[in-house]
T-cell receptor
Framework: ETGVTQSPTHLIKTRGQQVTLRCSSQ?????VSWYQQALGQGPQFIFQ???????GRGNFPPRFSGLQFPNYSSELNVNALELDDSALYLC???????????FGEGSRLTVL | QKEVEQNSGPLSVPEGAIASLNCTYS??????FFWYRQYSGKSPELIMS????GDKEDGRFTAQLNKASQYVSLLIRDSQPSDSATYLC????????????FGTGTRLQVTL
């Protein structure tokens, strides 16, 4: 149990649609990051939020956007879905210090 | 060029044997190193972290780090069928954002 919960666990969308994925983490975990894991690959860093501000971004286009709320919950939004966006989307949080990152169970997105 | 390299496997070891998983990384600025275990269809689970050169032991797991050679390894003693999973190596570079860079993972099969 990592204290990080994600919803929904599975969803199917069609190309061109928009999707919002949600994440909540434990109180005190003030840093949240999102990763995309395609089949057979390692997770790829999308972006990180600290105290409701994006403070780092990976090599993902602007149609990937996010929010972090005062209660430490977070959202990942993806616009204009493409087939290659099909992946497991992972939310992770840390308390700082050691840098250990704990993942939620993930949201598996299928784009048809 | 991939920043974190792992042999994709599968690595097959008999039950009770030692499994040795290896990882090399290219970014000399990496400061922390992690091993995650990922069962099929599940999210990555942190099993070991290591921050300084040498060995770190936790139960049946030993992580080894050699920063000069840019090499990290994970040994699993007395391998069990329940250890069968994909093992992901990750490095942390703390800059503007604390971003984990993952390898593609090594699939371990423990045979009876």
């Amino acid at each position: 149990e990592t204290g990080v919960t994600q919803s929904p666990t599975h969803l199917i969308k069609t190309r061109g649609q928009q999707v919002t994925l949600r994440c909540s983490s434990q109180s005190g975990h003030n840093t949240v990051s999102w990763y995309q894991q395609a089949l057979g690959q390692g997770p790829q860093f999308i972006f990180q939020y600290y105290r409701e501000e994006e403070n780092g971004r990976g090599n993902f286009p602007p149609r990937f956007s996010g929010l972090q709320f005062p209660n430490y919950s977070s959202e990942l939004n993806v616009n204009a879905l493409e087939l290659d966006d099909s992946a497991l989307y992972l939310c992770a949080s840390r308390t700082g210090g050691t840098g250990e990152l704990f993942f939620g169970e993930g949201s598996r997105l299928t784009v048809l | 060029q991939k920043e974190v390299e792992q042999n994709s496997g599968p690595l097959s070891v008999p039950e009770g044997a030692i499994a040795s998983l290896n990882c090399t990384y290219s970014d000399r600025g990496s400061q922390s190193f992690f091993w995650y275990r990922q069962y099929s269809g599940k999210s990555p689970e942190l099993i070991m972290s290591i921050y300084s050169n040498g060995d770190k032991e936790d139960g049946r797991f030993t992580a080894q780090l050699n920063k000069a050679s840019q090499y990290v390894s994970l040994l699993i003693r007395d391998s069990q069928p329940s250890d069968s999973a994909t093992y992901l190596c990750a490095t942390l570079y703390t800059g503007t954002a604390s971003k984990l860079t993952f390898g593609t993972g090594t699939r371990l099969q423990v045979t009876l």
